[in-house]
């Protein structure tokens, strides 16, 4: 790499001052009679040049070694991945390889630059929020439809997800969603002498008519803002976890 270069017009060469080309890319030079080479401090030759008309040539540089880069600095990974437009791993890694670039840290960390220009909308931050006592908030959801139906003939289920203790309560879904919300709400409260102050879900068509319900109980209805699955992330990852259960169960009976 060349530093702090001068423009002299009526020069018939391009001149190198040896000192500072060694200084400033940690390489030192080896003249021979008919040659010279150019290497780094651990001996790999970087360079080999020609002897031409009382001069030692840098010409044909391209001829003599595979492309390469020349620096003085050893940058990081993340500095390489930023310099080559937020390449991915692979090309950094090919680009590093191939052009023999010096690499202070090989570790690629995460870069939330890329993820941020990569993701289809704005991330949401996680919640550290959680329920001192049970039944504080209670989420509920819906799954389905299933593509075949239960042994009670049902193609949905209902699930509750306690916010403090993380219990779920699962009912095959036959009746509404409301009344089968009045024999959890009977049963959870008698067990745990303790009434639901808080219910979490979204404004999906099956809940819509428990508003009214709701308010004439005295629990308030934590709503989730349309098109925001991650405010009910909570249940849905349980959603997830129950569906894949059931999938692992089937596979190990060999059942279709």
Request: glycine fraction near 4%; aromatic fraction near 12%; charged fraction near 20%.
């Amino acid at each position: 790499m060349l530093k702090q270069l001068l423009l002299v017009p009526e020069i018939q060469k391009n001149l190198i001052f040896v000192q500072q080309f060694c200084s400033d890319n940690l390489v030192f030079f080896e003249f021979h009679d008919r040659f010279f080479l150019i290497k780094d401090y651990l001996g790999k030759i970087l360079h080999r040049g020609t002897f031409k008309d009382g001069l030692y040539s840098f010409s044909n540089l391209s001829d003599t070694l595979p492309p390469h880069a020349l620096t003085a600095v050893r940058a990081s990974y993340q500095i390489w991945h930023n310099r080559l437009g937020y390449a991915s791993f692979p090309v950094l890694q090919k680009s590093i390889s191939t052009f023999t670039l010096l690499v202070a840290n090989k570790r690629l960390p995460v870069c939330s630059d890329c993820q941020l220009a990569r993701s289809s909308q704005l991330s949401f931050k996680t919640s550290n929020h959680k329920s001192i006592n049970p039944l504080d908030i209670v989420h509920t959801d819906v799954w389905g439809p299933a593509p075949i139906l239960s042994t009670s003939g049902a193609r949905y289920y209902l699930c509750f997800l306690d916010d403090c203790t993380k219990f779920i309560w699962l009912f095959p879904l036959i009746l509404n969603v409301e009344k089968v919300f009045l024999l959890f709400k009977t049963s959870v409260e008698r067990q745990f002498n303790r009434t639901i102050k808080n219910i979490q879900f979204d404004w999906g068509g099956e809940y819509r008519r428990m508003s009214t319900l709701l308010t004439q109980i005295g629990i308030h209805h934590r709503r989730a803002c349309p098109y925001t699955y991650q405010q009910m992330g909570a249940v849905e990852r349980r959603h997830k976890q129950i569906v894949e259960v059931g999938l692992s169960l089937l596979s190990h009976s060999k059942l279709p």
